[in-house]
């Protein structure tokens, strides 16, 4: 078997394997014709895969502040507190709906776990172009980076050509990749999560706020996707022809020093609306947080900050509460003597 595919195999069905076969066996999970290539692959393979699976998240739903006190312009949100593993806020969590280029970050996982080197060069051509739906791109037909230079573009500046490339590129082609992409989602534990691209360009690539929360929750263990997803800019040589090229980062909040952010990714589509997905620290909470089908280019952004004005707002008045139930404690004791 060549070297390069045996990666892919370990990296993704392994993976697979490590999740999702306490709860399903690989039939009617994986096609009869890739089942027959994980024959004699390495148990120790699977044992990251193993170690991740026991480490995976339960959150739970809590009752905390006034959720009615939240005015978000998103049609869905949610709020994880990753240090409590509790679920503070959430609105239309569970429906599956589009989510345009958050799907990159799925991209960029699929890609990282197969093992390809990333310093292989690949070059954009015309059959990287979106015929979908005519997004434009700053990468020219001829342009070259190494497979790594090009999950950053896609990550960081939302490239589609570059995932579109990264996919056509992926040992057995994009069909492949695509098909690795799902497996990948299955094996992570997104049971509503779909992919047909790599770009997030097609309206068929869904899943629910809370798959994309877990999503959140396993890119951020790859120290290459919290490192890109976050860069402010960045620059890259073409390979082919020595230009350079300049990238900034598509979430504006990263620009912002007010803000600490260890992991983001933007989105949009017609479909989908305006959509972000970020791991930060607000009110002291280390906090997932998924806004999609925000209203507007800039309401992901303002919805954000009113999420932080609502947390402090509540953390707040609960200190206040507690400071008051103590004043009072000794009034009340003092009474019954």
């Not at 497979?147 to 082609?173: K, Q, Y």
């Not at 996707?225 to 990263?254: C, E, P």
Request: proline share 4%; glycine share 8%; net charge positive.
């Amino acid at each position: 078997m060549h070297n390069t595919t045996h990666r892919l195999l370990v990296g993704v069905l392994g993976t697979l394997v490590a999740y999702a076969s306490a709860a399903s066996p690989l039939e009617g999970v994986v096609p009869s014709h890739a089942r027959a290539a994980f024959d004699g692959l390495p148990q120790s393979s699977t044992d990251l895969a193993s170690d991740e699976a026991t480490a995976a998240p339960s959150w739970r739903r809590v009752e905390y502040g006034n959720p009615n006190g939240l005015f978000l312009r998103s049609q869905v949100g949610l709020v994880v507190d990753e240090r409590s593993e509790e679920i503070l806020y959430g609105r239309d969590i569970d429906k599956p709906r589009p989510v345009a280029s958050l799907t990159k970050l799925l991209t960029a996982m699929t890609l990282l776990d197969a093992g390809l080197a990333l310093e292989e060069p690949i070059e954009i051509t015309k059959a990287d172009r979106d015929r979908l739906k005519g997004s434009g791109s700053r990468l020219r037909y001829g342009t070259t980076f190494t497979r790594g230079e090009m999950i950053r573009v896609a990550l960081v500046a939302s490239d589609n050509r570059a995932a579109a490339a990264l996919a056509r590129t992926f040992p057995g082609g994009t069909k492949a990749m695509v098909e690795a992409m799902n497996q990948k989602a299955l094996a992570l534990g997104l049971e509503h999560t779909r992919m047909v691209d790599s770009s997030g360009l097609h309206p068929g690539n869904v899943s629910t706020a809370r798959d994309l929360a877990k999503l959140v929750y396993w890119a951020g263990r790859h120290p290459q996707i919290a490192s890109w997803s976050t860069t402010r800019s960045f620059g890259l040589t073409d390979l082919k022809s020595g230009a350079r090229l300049q990238f900034r980062n598509t979430n504006s909040l990263v620009h912002r020093d007010s803000w600490t952010i260890r992991l983001s990714k933007t989105g949009y589509t017609s479909e989908a609306g305006n959509c972000l997905v970020m791991r930060t620290t607000l009110a002291e909470r280390d906090l997932i947080i998924v806004l999609l089908n925000s209203w507007g280019k800039l309401s992901k952004y303002g919805d954000s900050g009113r999420i932080r004005d609502w947390l402090v707002a509540n953390d707040r008045k609960k200190q206040n509460g507690d400071q008051s139930a103590a004043n009072e404690a000794p009034t009340a004791i003092a009474s019954s003597l």
